[in-house]
């Protein structure tokens, strides 16, 4: 698709110009670009102005379920998980539930093999990129289609990251990936049907969607490393001193034989599963030794 260069000059919202940068766009993202004015500062945009405006920071909040509840039956349901629960302590996991599942899922693929510091640089270079045309909003499923390739690897992305993020576009456009009102309605079960079809995404990323973004109290990802690792911890054989080998790792039907009896509550197990690796590692201090 043929592109046009256009300069834009940041301006922050102080009114303190920013970066001086030319910008691929293609004709139709042209007709994109906003025109936005700072009416509280002297400054006087001029027509390639674009003001830079954070964007919103939402926090975490704790997940809707009744937690307290879900440890209380958790330790009657399993002594030697009740007594991983009274080592680690409170359960603290927060969820971040307003970005809907096309933000997500781009967040989640650009992560995937990457070191948390390298990801986070290309993903906020990629939103970086978008905000001439989305302000301060996160850029659709229609402008990822729309962008040239040139912007995706400016980005850091690689070939098939960029393939899959496409993939991602398209699938939203068509349903196969619901919005944030439609996957709240839907099953665990739907949702990994649905969001697995998308290119580059497995059912362990799926999983960890629904656990750390959706809320959802009832997950268990089995194919987890730390997961295996501290349940191996908890209930096998593995002491925090050895060296793990995949012998030392349960297999799925082991690990689901045992996590019937933490139904309906299996993400609460898994997040302790977690801190068993922590504590383990000496990265969480032992409540009760």
Known sequence: MRTIPVRINIVHPSG??????????????????????NRNTSHQPDSDTVILMPRPNTSPRPPRYDHALAITQLSVADPKLARLIQRAGPFILRVASTQSPFEALVESIIYQQLHGKAAATIHRRLLESFYPVT????????HLLDCPNEQL????????KSLALRDLAAKTLDGTV????????????????????VRGIGT???EMLLIFRLGRPDVLPV??????????????????TDKVTPMDLPK???????AKRWAPW?????????????????????LNP
């Open 223 to 240: 194919s987890d490393y730390g997961v295996r690792k501290g349940f191996a911890l908890t209930f096998g054989k593995l002491k925090p």
């Open 266 to 286: 299996r993400s609460i197990a898994s997040w302790y599963l977690w801190r068993a690796c922590d504590l383990a590692a000496n990265k969480l201090t032992p």
């Open 153 to 160: 690897r400016a980005a850091g992305l690689s070939h098939n």
């Open 204 to 206: 362990w990323t799926v």
């Open 135 to 142: 302000g301060d909003q996160h850029f659709a499923a229609q």
């Open 16 to 37: 303190n110009c920013g970066d001086n940068r030319t910008t691929l766009f293609t004709p139709l993202q042209i007709g994109w670009i906003p025109k936005i004015f």
């Open 178 to 197: 619901p919005t944030l009102p439609q996957i709240r309605r839907m099953s665990d079960t739907a949702i990994i049907e649905h969001l697995t079809q």
């Open 252 to 258: 799925p039907d082991v690990m689901h034989r045992r």
